[in-house]
């Protein structure tokens, strides 16, 4: 009921247009019972033709896109995927997936999409962002120099791995959209029908820019070998696959970067302080368990390595067995069933292949490489393996372990004793994606966090407290670094702002103040203000420009006003009270608080008199004081309007209370605050934060 009955001629999206492919192509099948479900194949595709059409026709589009409208393009990319996702399930069973391995690759794909596009809140509303802070570069504040991202013109060109087909896609697309570059994605073959049906549904939403996105399913051909410059390559699979295509001659010739995420030896530690019956023993067993069932162990995260201190080995073995005997394992569209099977038969082939090759140095204690019970299946006609826990009790003088990956339900017990053996044994795999501890001893998880982060992408330490919102070892997540060092490829992908910068030229720019407020759109300090004789506050957001500026007039801060300051605020620190004796303080006399100095800055560029587009103050960013502000001094503000991003007007739930009525079109509008003191000098720096109202809504 859920197969596609057929054999389905996977298409390529290419050119703008889905093309069947030529020849009879290759055959994939349903992992669960081998029935061939479509054919694929880029037999006579013109890769260089594919690649020039990314860089001419889509690149220019989407790098003149904003931030903001690349982010809401992702939402809007999100919900129409979520509105389909049932259709993907149903293709997704024949990859051997159950519902759950289905949910983490496609809603966590589409999640992926979200989160991406929350991103552009960090962002400019522009198509390019500045990096970092300005830097001074001369006495007289006449020159600076700054840091500028802008889109790369090239193609991003994903080279996936089978195990997620649409995950694999959606993680890396969302960074590529984002950054303003378009996309070619090639994933694994074996389960490219699933990745395909995802395109179809992106393509026909019209959603993304003309060519954003292109597909092919099958061999990569020649595609590598017209890649240039400003195109970015990322690999996922295989490190000897890695390996051929980093070293490829025109990756190394034009100098492509190339994002590489290969097999690794992950592992996971049992931390010394955990016993039988506490809350800790049974996450830890659970986990192990997840990462070797969830998606039969295909997973680049997947524990393969687990080390117990050597006194609970016994204990461990006993109880992971037991957990394990607990899994249903068959066909996915049964209900009870929650391990499905691997993604190819050739893919089961590899696994055991593998595992005898680590069975020459550890001993089975879980599982049998020839039969396995599964429920609505066969095994002769399914890719079913039972999960498989060897034990290994010499792991210093044992490389095979830490060597080999069998990319399946597999993973090998290892005793050690003491935490810097455990280290030590975690770094035997040369580089992996993900490494956790399960301890509740903050300094067991201190010394190995210091001590193990050097070889791990990502580490993660369980325990009771944190164990029930834990998204698990094995969850690479948006808002965090993927990738590790050494084996697991040296790459790194996502992690929130991190992960556009891949696809963003940063270029440092030398220049006046003005200069460089001009081309960056964002107000420098000490470049020259635009005073019209209009307060600010006055103008709409759309009559507002960067520079645009008031000095306000100067005000006496007395003495008086830091008493009354301390007594409303109840800040009655010494240095604010007239009767301290100051010597061997850091001040001569009774200072100002500096909130009060922000308080009195607020006071004297605010526009209070009548109502205007100012909607709210929402906060203050990057406060500081840099100078001390004695009684008798007087203070002035220099307020500039520093940077403005426009915003989406949001649906309101009228059932929703605090939100009744509608939104008002509004962008935010950040405005540089600089505090002065009688001889022009700063006492205080401080960006705050807006809404002002549009005249007209986006
Ligand atoms: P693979 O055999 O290395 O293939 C990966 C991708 O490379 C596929 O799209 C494959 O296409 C393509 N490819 C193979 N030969 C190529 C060539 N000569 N030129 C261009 N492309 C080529 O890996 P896999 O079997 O799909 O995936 C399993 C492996 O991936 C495991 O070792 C696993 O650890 C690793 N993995 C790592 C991560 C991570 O994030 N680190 C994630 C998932 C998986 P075809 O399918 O058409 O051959």
């Known amino acids: ?41 880029t ?77 552009r809140r960090k962002l400019p509303d522009e198509s390019f962002a500045l990096d970092g802070e300005g830097i001074p570069l001369g006495k007289q504040n006449s020159f600076m120099g700054h840091h500028i991202l802008v889109p790369k013109e090239g193609v ?62 099958g061999s990569a051909g020649d595609l590598l070998n017209h890649v240039q410059s400003q195109d970015v390559v990322t690999f996922t699979g295989s490190a000897h696959i890695g390996l051929l295509l980093k070293s490829h001659p025109t990756i190394l010739s034009e100098a492509v970067p190339f994002n590489m995420e290969a097999d690794s030896l992950n592992c996971m530690v049992l931390g010394e302080d955990v016993k039988p019956g506490d809350v800790e023993w049974d996450i830890f067993i659970k986990e192990v368990k997840k990462e070797m069932t969830v998606k039969a162990g295909q997973k680049c995260t997947a524990v393969r ?50 595992v005898q090759q680590l069975l020459a140095s550890s001993q089975l204690i879980y599982g049998s490489l020839d039969s396995v019970s599964v429920i609505d299946a066969n095994i002769t006609t399914g890719a079913f393996i039972s999960p498989i826990v060897l034990l290994n009790e010499t792991p210093f003088a044992t490389e095979a372990p830490h060597n080999i990956e069998a990319f399946g339900p597999v993973s090998t017990i290892m ?4 935490i810097d053996d455990a280290i030590a044994l975690s770094k035997l795999g ?18 190995y966090v210091l001590g193990a982060a050097s070889h791990h992408g990502r580490i993660l330490v369980l325990n009771r407290e944190c164990a029930k919102e834990s998204t698990g070892h094995g969850s690479p997540l948006p808002l965090l670094v993927h990738g590790g060092p050494g084996r697991a490829g040296g790459g790194e992908e996502m992690g929130g702002l991190r992960g556009i910068k891949h696809y963003l030229q940063r270029t440092a720019i030398q220049g006046s103040p003005s200069m460089i407020t001009a081309i960056s759109n964002v107000y420098q300090p000490n ?79 605010v526009d209070s008199y009548e109502k205007n587009p100012v909607l709210l103050n929402y906060g203050i960013d990057e406060l500081r004081f840099t100078k001390p502000l004695y009684a008798g001094s007087s203070l002035y503000i220099r307020f500039t309007c520093k940077e403005k991003i426009a915003q989406e007007m949001k649906e309101i739930n009228p059932d929703i209370p605090m939100t009744k009525g509608s939104d008002i079109p509004k962008g935010i509008v950040k405005w540089l605050v600089e505090m002065l003191d009688e001889k022009d000098e700063l006492v205080g720096i401080a960006t705050i934060l807006t809404m002002v109202e549009m005249k007209n809504k986006i």
């Open 430 to 447: 040369k580089g992996s994606l993900c490494s956790s501890i399960i301890t509740n001893h903050q300094q067991t998880a201190r010394k």
């Open 1 to 41: 009921m859920y197969e596609i009955l057929f054999m389905q001629k996977l298409g390529n999206f290419i050119l703008g247009k889905w093309t069947e492919h030529e020849g009879d192509g290759q055959v994939l099948y349903n992992a669960v019972n081998q029935t061939p479900i479509a054919t694929a194949s």
């Open 43 to 119: 037999q006579g595709l013109s890769f260089e033709d594919i690649l020039d059409y990314a860089r001419k026709k889509s690149n220019p589009a989407l790098r003149k896109m904003t931030f903001q409208e690349r982010g809401r393009m992702l939402k809007a990319l999100a919900l129409h995927l979520l509105e389909k996702k049932e259709k993907f399930y149903t293709i997704s069973y024949q990859t051997g997936a159950t519902r759950i391995d289905s949910w983490i690759d496609i809603e966590g794909g589409i999640g992926n999409l979200f989160s991406n596009a929350s991103l």
């Open 527 to 605: 470049a020259k203000g635009n005073n019209d004789n209009i307060h600010p506050f006055k103008k709409y957001f759309e009559e507002l420009s960067i520079g645009d500026q008031i000095i306000t007039e100067k005000r006496l801060i007395t003495s008086s006003d830091i008493d009354q300051f301390a007594n409303i605020s109840g800040d009655h620190f010494y240095a604010h009270l007239i009767n301290t004796d100051f010597s061997n303080t850091m001040f001569e006399e009774q200072v100002a608080h500096g909130y009060f100095i922000m308080s009195a800055a607020a006071g004297l560029f």
């Open 415 to 418: 005793p050690y004793k003491g």
């Open 305 to 354: 390595r687990v080390f117990v201190p050597e006194n609970k080995l016994e204990e461990v073995c006993k109880a992971l067995s037991s957990e394990l005997d607990k899994t249903a394992i068959g066909n996915p569209l049964n209900e009870k069933v929650r391990m499905g099977s691997l993604a190819s038969m050739e893919q089961r082939d590899e696994v055991k292949k593998q």
């Open 156 to 217: 991003a060109v994903h080279i996936n791995a089978y195990n997620f087909p649409v995950w694999g896609m959606l993680e890396k697309i969302a960074v590529n959209l984002l950054a303003g570059v378009p996309a070619i994605v090639k994933p694994a073959t074996v389960t490219s029908y699933l990745t395909e049906a995802v395109v179809r549904e992106i393509i026909a939403s019209n959603i993304l820019p003309e060519g954003s996105l292109q597909l092919i399913c």
